[in-house]
């Protein structure tokens, strides 16, 4: 019989990866392990041509915590300007303001424009 792994807590459904509903999907966030070690500075540039089952569960995880987090303090922003609906210009401002969120400061723009939100020119970015 199969041991919980360490990180068990973390799954939502049952003792392993391949059970209980995620957020996100594990094979996408696998993809994109895989894609960032090999374009990242690793040295070498070989990249991660295997990553274990419990990693991209963790990411998915925290991913899942950062998104919480962030639209918490977005909601603050709605909250202050007395309206009920989230707009983008509130989640600017809960990057500006929060410093948690400072490595987004140069992604998100703080700015009005036709959405509100500017993007840098990476993948799956917010447009």
Not at 15 to 22: I, Y
Not at 23 to 52: H, N, Q
Request: net charge positive; proline share 5%.
């Amino acid at each position: 019989m199969r041991l919980p792994s360490p990180y068990s807590g973390v799954f939502r459904g049952g003792a392993t990866a391949r059970t209980g509903p995620h957020a996100l999907p594990l094979a996408r966030i696998k993809k994109i392990m895989k894609r960032s070690a090999r374009d990242g500075s690793g040295g070498d540039g070989a990249g991660a041509r295997m990553i274990s089952c419990e990693a991209p569960v963790v990411f998915s995880r925290a991913c899942e915590l950062f998104v919480a987090e962030l639209t918490r303090a977005a909601w603050d922003a709605t909250l202050e300007g007395r309206r009920r609906t989230m707009h983008a210009e509130d989640v600017a401002a809960a990057v500006r303001d929060t410093n948690v969120f400072d490595f987004l400061v140069d992604v998100v723009k703080a700015g009005p424009s036709d959405d509100g939100v500017k993007a840098g020119d990476g993948e799956g970015s917010v447009t």
